[in-house]
């Protein structure tokens, strides 16, 4: 398997402009993750899927942020309009759902920059 | 105040030595605790699972949990420079509940 693939794997783009990251889970995977790594905040839960329904997104930060899931293989993560604050790497992340231990299995991350 | 906390470092020590890792959480209701490990420019990968009181070992691994004081620790033994990485802790409330919540993470260098 592959792994989750996430795409682009960098992004620079200006202030106001629209940004979609892409992710693909591992499959079979029932749940998937958005998260968000800077330096000062660490790595935060932004939302998350099961069995391609959103069950929390108290993580994202405002109504610029949108996440979608139309079926069990893609999701995508977008942001309009971007701002600076956003500059960060963005991690998606699967899991089987049933493990005891509730690995996640992140991807390779896009690293954001907003100018 | 954050639920988890964790020395950002960085941490630097020679190889061979004995690496402490250690994260403190506020809220008593997280019962399952995980360390992830990730290298640079890479995505987390899970290193070691514990759920109860006490130590769990892996190789040269060891994962400490002290519900008690809210202290978790990760032991790396004879550490090597494939070690140097940031080592993350996680905790979740209760098994099926999928939300994890990190530390800030701990950079580590070995220095061989």
């Known amino acids: 398997d592959a792994g989750v693939i996430q795409s682009p794997r960098h992004e620079v783009t200006e202030m106001g402009q629209e940004v979609t990251l892409r992710c693909k889970p591992i499959?079979?995977?029932?749940?998937l993750f958005w998260y968000r790594q800077t330096m000062m905040r660490g790595l935060e839960l932004l939302i998350y899927?099961?069995?391609?329904?959103?069950?929390?997104d108290s993580g994202m930060p405002e109504d610029r942020f949108s996440a979608k899931m139309p079926n069990a293989s893609f999701s995508t993560l977008k942001i309009q309009p971007s701002e600076p604050r956003d500059s960060a790497v963005y991690f998606c992340a699967s899991s089987p759902g049933t493990s005891v231990n509730n690995e996640q299995f992140f991807g390779p991350g896009t690293r954001l920059t907003v100018l | 105040q954050k639920e988890v906390e964790q020395d950002p470092g960085p941490l630097s020590v020679p190889e061979g030595a004995i690496v402490s890792l250690n994260c403190t959480y506020s809220?008593?209701?997280?019962?399952?605790f995980m360390w992830y490990r990730q290298y640079s420019r890479k995505g987390p990968e899970l290193l070691m699972y514990?759920?109860?009181?006490g130590n769990k070992e892996d190789g040269r691994f060891t994962a400490q949990v002290d519900k008690s004081s809210k202290y978790i620790s990760l032991f790396i033994r004879d550490s090597q420079p494939s070690d140097s990485a940031t080592y993350l802790c996680?905790?979740?409330?209760?098994?099926?509940?999928?939300?994890?919540?990190f530390g800030t993470g701990t950079r580590l260098t070995i220095i061989p």
């Open positions: 499959s079979g995977h029932n749940s």
């Open positions: 809220n008593s209701a997280f019962q399952y």
């Open positions: 996680a905790m979740i409330y209760n098994f099926g509940n999928e939300k994890l919540t």
């Open positions: 514990t759920y109860s009181s």
């Open positions: 899927f099961n069995n391609n329904v959103p069950i929390d």
